[in-house]
């Protein structure tokens, strides 16, 4: 079953719902770098690095000769007794977070540190963190607040017009007599939603539709809090691919034009070229009048000079990659509807690479003189791509041309080809 969140802002939280929340985020990030740590002190008295390297020369010879048994790794990860004595530990340090929600954070950590990449060699993650060559992953900023159907509901609108609502336990405070815990129990109204996640908000409430949400969260973002609704679609509705072929190309007047394979006209996708250029043109002016006011401020008031020379590249760069991240996933989002509606199976997306990459519309449009840092990421818009295909079983492959796709007036041929991989079958 396929998991997906929606991402819903939670309607005028108070003070004091707001700062009992963060300090129950700071709670989830304490937990996860206990955890870490608890792990590692484990291992670093059970000797653990030291066995892994008179170890490493045995597993080196099998894996060359393959002679006699498989040897056994003298060191365990993650055993059922450790995750016990974690738990304990955890549950002593951090008492003030509701027992589900740190139930939920724990399964999260022990997942990665289970599952956790090395960023050295071809073995786990937990060896190189043992051996020295990779710290643990742990936060350094305050985590969402983790929640399920065990200590929360959803509650869906009485009469048209009224909001949703989202009851849930975070906490828990020592009762007054000294016997056991009580938690408080929040109950917020969430924004408007839009068609698409009132339609998936129903589905996960009705319990005959197959749909349920599974374990969500509210986080702090942007000065704003959000409730991360996580839930999973059962396969079994998802749409079978057709077996009609397509493609998706890149233009010089629009961001992206989807033709099926027999067609005579190609349908445009992606916002209109207006909004690329605006927004482009609006975040550089923004860019430069930060610099110039900066430049001819007085020393009274520039205050932190580093940060306030720092923060007009990081407020553009972060408000063009949120630009670039929502268009892609806009794009990709009407390009799978495309090809379910159409009946495509197989689908051809053409990246342009070298100089075609600054060619295309999306690299063009709004262009400056001055401007070299809002170039297009085509490599996120074909992963997002991907995963989409995957999720509706379409058969994706992606060329990379080094000129802007066009026809030949008389064989009708494109462009020329760099490379053609197939990335999923």
Known sequence: M?????RIEIDKPTDEQRERWMRLAVASQEVNNLAWQFWLSWHVNNRSRMKLTAFFPTWKTWQETKEGDKPIWPVENLSTALQKQIRQFVNTEVPDLHSRAKELQLTMTFDKIKNLKSLIGNKGGWISVIMGRQRPDQS?????????????????PIERGTPW????????????????????????K???????????????????SGWKWCGSSIAFRDGKWFALVAYQKPDDLETCPG??????????????????TGARKAIPVGCIGRSVGSMRRRLLLQR???????RIASSNRKGHGGKRACFPQEKFSKAWLGFTLNHNEFCTHKIVELCKEKGVGVLTVWQPVGAAAGRMFLAMAGKQERDDATGWDWARFISRLNDKCKEAKIVLTVRRCEQPLKKDAKAGRKSKVLANRVVNA
């Open 2 to 6: 396929a998991v997906r969140t929606l």
């Open 140 to 156: 350094i900023h305050p985590l969402p607040i983790r929640f399920d159907c065990q200590n929360a509901t959803i509650s869906a």
């Open 165 to 188: 609502r989202l009851t849930f336990r975070a906490d828990r405070t020592p009762k007054a007599n000294g016997k056991g815990f009580e938690a408080t129990l929040d109950d917020v």
């Open 190 to 208: 969430l924004k408007r939603c839009d068609g698409s996640q009132q339609s998936t908000l129903w589905k996960c409430v009705d319990k005959e």
């Open 243 to 260: 077996e009609l072929e397509a493609s998706v190309m890149p233009s010089k007047s629009k961001p992206w034009r989807f033709l099926v």
């Open 288 to 294: 430069w009048n930060r610099q110039e006011n900066y």
